[in-house]
């Protein structure tokens, strides 16, 4: 059983092709265009990982962590930053949060990000 | 006009007449050389200053001491002159010689002393102090003789010499001692004062000097700590801009990759033979302008001094099979042979994997690039001496001498480069001579037109 997964991505492109590759692939997926609807959509679809973006409008990926941090959640997603954005300022700010994830968007293919998000949930099942 | 980068999206706005952090650098590190400036200035004149009051002092202090033993040898001086009168006082009255000879000499060690005083003269003595000193000397010696008359006709029994005059010529001598005593005095009090003034004077110019260079100390001070804070404003422009590039150009083109890999595996339906070639293309194409993007990024880090290593346990011998596996597609699509020497051991190194392997890949895209078909590329790796070292030798179209100290530079390409119609940013050798001088190391090459080059990359061993 693969897990539930929220991508938050505020570009449309990227947004629709790698929810349907993750969909294609077996993930269920939720999307959400901003942090803000990134929140909503923790109440409602309860994710196990996200894949968060960090610049975007109404809410970034900064804000999205910490309200989310301040939620205090059972059993809070596991987040993976996925994003163009890739400066040690912004990686120590992810940290501070308790992210470690920090995958740069322009290194994947929506086929490359599948097969790793399949991986890293199987090696931590086993 | 300034930018700053948010949490949400970036945006810029005037700030009308606010220095922009390089401007106020500028500024400020004009203030403090002209603060620096200053104080030099001030020290100047301040020991110029104390040099010519020292110098005063020493003059005034000498003048002093040279009228404090003026004074003491005039006061001798007037001593003897009165013994000498008390004594012939005596003589007169009593008639008793034993007081005549003791007034002649007392008279004559008078003579003497003004012998002394007119030897040493003060630096101040004056033409009317000299004058003196000679009427006065003159008067002693006419005294001298008189008294010697007076013994010699009081041993004849008739004094002929008139008493009264001689008095009015002892009277003289004294009251002429008496003055130049008294305008020694004077003179002496002069240059005690003038000493004083200078001392205090002196205490002053110091007291000025510690406090206009402390005034000074304190300015260069804070004009420093806002130079500092300018720099660190300037480095954060810096990394917001190149952030906010980075993010501004990579994202369209991850989304077009992202299309174009999707198309590609087939998740829009399978694609005919000729949509699936074009596709192909068009996803090598946006995956090279994404390896440009991130060269030229790294470009803009390494000028701005930011571009940062994150070092890990590298294997130097799995790091250039990986390269060498990445690229041997592309090398033998052009027909040329890799020759790969390396050592059955890891070579391990602390080292930013994935700068370093963009480094390596670097050289070997260029031999591939500038290699003739059917040429080879031979790429070896070894350790000598706790150092590492990678060579990539090819058998292209070579270097011009002339070119070999400036294909590292920034867009530093050979003269055979465009001449020979192949593409490059002229960006590859720059970062990797970059990257390698982060890890410590360096890079090298050897090479004749015509006759192949060879790099030479070194990395020393366990460091980063």
Not at chain 2, 235 to 248: G, W
Not at chain 2, 276 to 298: C, G, M
Request: include cysteine; glycine fraction near 6%.
């Amino acid at each position: 059983m693969l897990p539930r997964v929220l991508l938050i991505e505020d570009d449309d492109a990227i947004r629709e092709v790698y929810a349907l590759k993750l969909e294609l692939a077996g993930f269920p997926v939720a999307v959400a265009e901003n942090g803000a609807a990134g929140l909503d959509q923790v109440n409602r679809f309860s994710p196990e990982i996200v894949l968060l973006d960090l610049m975007m409008p109404v809410m970034g990926g900064l804000e999205f962590l910490q309200r989310l941090k301040a939620t205090a959640l059972e059993q809070p997603p596991t987040v993976i930053i996925f994003s163009n954005l890739s400066t040690a300022d912004t990686l120590d700010s992810t940290k501070k949060f308790g992210v470690s994830d920090y995958w740069v968007k322009s290194s994947y293919t929506p086929e490359r990000l599948t097969e790793e998000l399949a991986k890293r949930w199987h090696t931590r099942a086993a | 006009m300034s930018c700053r980068l948010r949490d949400d999206k970036s945006s810029c706005h005037n700030e009308g007449h606010e220095l922009l952090p390089r401007e106020l650098r500028q500024y400020t590190n004009r203030k403090i050389f002209i603060a620096l400036g200053a104080i030099i200035i001030v020290a100047l004149i301040a020991t110029v200053t104390s040099l010519i009051a020292l110098s005063a002092l020493t003059v005034v202090r000498a003048t002093g001491q040279a009228n404090s033993a003026t004074l003491s040898n005039l006061q001798d001086l007037l001593l003897q002159v009165r013994t000498a009168e008390s004594y012939e006082r005596g003589y007169l009255l009593g008639n008793n010689t034993t007081f005549l000879d003791r007034a002649h000499t007392a008279m004559a060690a008078a003579r003497t002393d003004l012998a002394n005083l007119s030897h040493n003269l003060p630096p101040n003595a004056s033409p009317t102090y000299r004058a003196d000193l000679a009427r006065l000397a003159s008067l002693t010696q006419a005294k001298l003789g008189l008294m010697n008359t007076i013994a010699q006709q009081n041993n004849t029994g008739a004094i002929t010499v008139d008493l009264t005059e001689d008095q009015a010529d002892m009277n003289a001598i004294n009251a002429k001692v008496a003055s130049l005593s008294n305008d020694q005095a004077a003179l002496l009090a002069t240059a005690r004062a003038n000493i004083s003034g200078l001392d205090a004077t002196a205490r002053d110019i110091s007291l000025a000097t510690v406090f206009l260079t402390l005034i000074l100390a304190g300015v260069v001070n804070y004009l420093y700590a806002r130079a500092i804070q300018a720099e660190r404003e300037l480095d954060r422009a810096k990394d917001e801009f190149v952030s906010l590039a980075s993010h501004q150009l990579r994202t369209p083109v991850t989304g077009i990759k992202a299309i174009l890999s999707s198309l590609a595996s087939g998740d829009f339906g399978p694609l005919e033979p000729r949509q699936a070639y074009f596709v192909d293309k068009a996803l090598s194409s946006s995956e090279h302008e994404l390896a440009v993007i991130e060269e030229l990024l790294d470009v803009a880090k390494a000028d701005a001094g930011r571009l940062m290593l994150h070092a890990g346990a590298v294997d130097l011998v799995q790091l250039v099979d990986d390269v060498v596996a990445e690229q041997r597609h592309t090398i033998e699509a052009k027909h040329l042979t890799v020759k790969l020497q390396q050592p059955d051991k890891p070579i391990a190194l602390s080292a930013d994997r994935e700068k370093l392997h963009m480094a390596i890949g670097n050289l070997i895209d260029n031999a591939r690039k500038y290699t003739p078909e059917s040429g080879i590329i031979t790429i070896k790796t070894h350790v000598k001496r706790k150092i590492a070292h990678v060579e990539i030798s090819d058998t292209g179209i070579g270097i011009d001498p002339g070119d070999l100290d400036r294909i590292f530079d920034r867009f530093g390409r050979a003269a055979t480069a465009p001449e020979s119609h192949i593409d490059g940013t002229g960006l590859g050798l720059y970062l990797a001579h970059h990257i390698a001088e982060l890890h410590r190391g360096t890079i090298e090459v050897t090479s004749r037109r015509g006759h192949g080059s060879r790099f030479t990359m070194t990395l020393p061993i366990g460091e980063t």
